[in-house]
Every structure is written in structure tokens, then in C-alpha cells.
């Protein structure tokens, strides 16, 4: 069964330009999110709250991880947009993963400055044992994606729990739609009677008036 580590930021200072939430929680709903669709598809998954990337990547080897995830939203200059992903090389198991998640998280995306980018610089990118592939999911100084994210926070989490699926050659489980309602009956008593002899006067009345009935000992 394939181990994924998802790493949610926990930058709590790095404010949303609309919603006056951070990053730190946005990008923790989103990892909840993906969990649970991927453990509805069959896949183990740790979330890492640690403090520090250090012990994020420390954790998410003694977890065993086959995939390192870290899940962040990105800012610039608040005109910017799109989603931006990032891996250790050109050709390795990273870089698929980048491909596969990319390719279920980009469409969904309202930005357009979006690709896939090598970047070995990056701490959880160079010193996690598994391959990674690093999401930046938008930019939250751009009012107008920030709204999107804090909108579509399930939508993404989704989305990049499809594309692990994909890369892993799982099939995706999508959640349970609510089943509607039955229809209901409601039943209406119309009385309780010692003498057999009234109960029968009394659905006699009832047939007269319209009404099915029967009766009932008990």
C-alpha cells in the first residue's frame, strides 16, 4: 500500500489577501482534504503538523513515506496567479508525481502562470528519502485567487489526492453521494378500545367518511 506524507504550510504569518486567514490554515484544510480522499482510496497517509521543515523531513522518513508532499500557496506582487510545482530533477519519480498531480490540480486552477519546475534548493525538496513533488497552489496576495483557494479548499484537496492516485496507479474513490430520502409514510391512531365492539363502530365510522383503517389487537 503506497505512504504518503502530506507537509501543509504552517506559516502563520504569511496573510491572505481576502478571507483574513494565512496560509497556515488554508493549507491545512486543503491536506485534510486530500487525506481523506486518499485514504478512502486505499492509500496510508501522515499529515505532518511538526514545527520546523527539519523535523517535517525527519518525520516523513521514519513514516516510511514513498511520496513527500508539501502543500503551500505562493505570493509575489498580487497580480501574479497560477500553480506552481516543483521537484528534485528533470527525470526522476518527482518529477512524475509533478506531472500526475499537475495535471489534476493546474485545470481546476483560475491562474495562468502555471508549470512544473526543478528546484533542488528547496529544503523539502532535497533532503526528504522520498521523491517530492512540492505544490504551491496559487497565490494568496492576489485578492482575487485567495478567494478562489479559501472557496475551493475541498476541490483542491481532491484534486491532488486524484493526481497521487495517478501517479501511484491507483483507482480514486470518489465520495458517496447522499442517497435522497425515502418517501415516509405517517400513521394516525385514531383510538384504543376496550369492547372489540366499539373499535369496529369506530372504523365503520371512519370507511364512512372516506378513510381506509383496520384494526389492531396488541
Known amino acids: 500500500m503506497a505512504k504518503v506524507y502530506l507537509s501543509p504550510s504552517n506559516q502563520t504569518d504569511n496573510r491572505y489577501a481576502y478571507g483574513g486567514t494565512t496560509e497556515a490554515v488554508q493549507c491545512g484544510k486543503i491536506a485534510d482534504a486530500c487525506r481523506i480522499a486518499l485514504e478512502r482510496s486505499g492509500v496510508t497517509v501522515k499529515v505532518g503538523h511538526m514545527p520546523s521543515m527539519q523535523d517535517k523531513c525527519k518525520e516523513s522518513n521514519a513514516f516510511g513515506a514513498d511520496l513527500h508532499v508539501p502543500i503551500h500557496t505562493n505570493a509575489f506582487n498580487g497580480q501574479v496567479s497560477g500553480t506552481r510545482m516543483f521537484c528534485f530533477n528533470s527525470s526522476g519519480e518527482g518529477m512524475k508525481a509533478c506531472k500526475a498531480i499537475f495535471a489534476r490540480l493546474a485545470p481546476i486552477t483560475p491562474g495562468t502562470s502555471e508549470n512544473i519546475r526543478v528546484d533542488a534548493s528547496l529544503y523539502e525538496v532535497r533532503v526528504p528519502s522520498a521523491p517530492t513533488a512540492y505544490i504551491e497552489c496559487e497565490f494568496h496576495d492576489n485578492a482575487e485567487t485567495a478567494k478562489w483557494i479559501v472557496e475551493h479548499t475541498a476541490d ?30 405517517y400513521r394516525v391512531q385514531v383510538g384504543a378500545f376496550a369492547s372489540r365492539a366499539n373499535a369496529e363502530k369506530m372504523l365503520a365510522k371512519l370507511k364512512a367518511a372516506g378513510f381506509d383503517g383496520y384494526i389492531r389487537e396488541g
Request: aromatic share 10%.
Open 156 to 185: 483542491i484537496g481532491e484534486a491532488i489526492a486524484r493526481g497521487i492516485c495517478d501517479y501511484f496507479g491507483v483507482t480514486f474513490k470518489a465520495p458517496e453521494q447522499p442517497k435522497p430520502a425515502a418517501d415516509k409514510l
